[in-house]
């Protein structure tokens, strides 16, 4: 079955301090990826994609990702976070020819003065 | 654009009530899903609609129906309702530039906490 998995499901960090979300998923011959965060009490927002093309993508709010189709990961960057950016991040995945988006437990981030 | 919108944003049902969420799109897209977020858990699929009229069971479908009677709205209902279904539904949508490639980003709406006591 197609899953992907989070692998920390809670990473504090101090501000100003770089992290590294983790993602991999299962195998397949073409997918897209995706990372979305939500902000308490919010519904989910699209932070950045991958679709096709440069393997490393940038997204919003100074966050950027790296596909690696050998290690069928997709982990999520920031050279320098902020307060602002607690928040719990979903990575998630399409597979070409599906309707369907197979999202991650989710990692919460947790940033401290 | 309102986007995606979600009505009502707090419920408490007792066990055995029924109650319907309304989903609304402005963004005319052509696929609409159902979510249920619960702890540790991520989203999980409820249903899922690839167009008007047409629905489809997701991962968790049991206890639950859906209708697509127009482009626009998706409604989600619990005929009666258990405790199990205590959690946070969320609604997207979502437009495939390339019907055979599959759908890219969803956009959500902002949820609906309910409790079933």
């Known amino acids: 079955a197609q899953s992907v998995t989070q692998l920390d499901s809670q990473v504090p960090v101090f501000e100003e301090a770089p992290v590294e979300l983790r993602c991999n998923y299962s195998s397949s011959v073409s997918v897209y990826l995706f990372w979305y965060v939500q902000y308490p009490n919010q519904g989910l927002q699209l932070l950045l994609k991958y679709l096709s093309g440069s393997t490393l993508v940038k997204g919003i709010n100074g966050f950027e990702a790296e596909f690696n189709k050998s290690q069928t990961s997709f982990h999520l960057r920031k050279p320098s976070v902020h307060i602002s950016d607690t928040a719990e991040y979903f990575c998630a995945v399409s597979y070409t020819g599906g309707f369907k988006t197979i999202f991650g437990a989710g990692t919460r981030l947790f940033v401290k003065a | 654009n309102a986007g995606v919108t979600q009505t009502p944003k707090f419920r408490v049902l007792k066990t055995g009530q029924s109650m319907t969420l309304l989903c609304a799109q402005d963004m005319n897209h052509e696929y609409m899903y159902w979510y249920r977020q619960d702890p540790g858990m991520g989203l999980r699929l409820i249903h899922y609609s690839v167009g008007e009229g047409t629905t489809a069971k997701g991962e968790v479908p049991d206890g639950y129906n859906v209708s697509r009677l127009k482009k626009q709205n998706f409604l989600l209902g619990l005929e009666s309702a258990a405790p199990s279904q205590t959690s946070v539904y969320f609604c997207?949508?979502?437009?495939?530039?390339?019907?055979?490639?599959?759908?890219?980003?969803?956009?959500f709406g902002p949820g609906t906490r309910l409790t079933v006591t």
């Open positions: 997207a949508s979502s437009y495939s530039i390339e019907r055979r490639s599959g759908s890219y980003e969803q956009y």
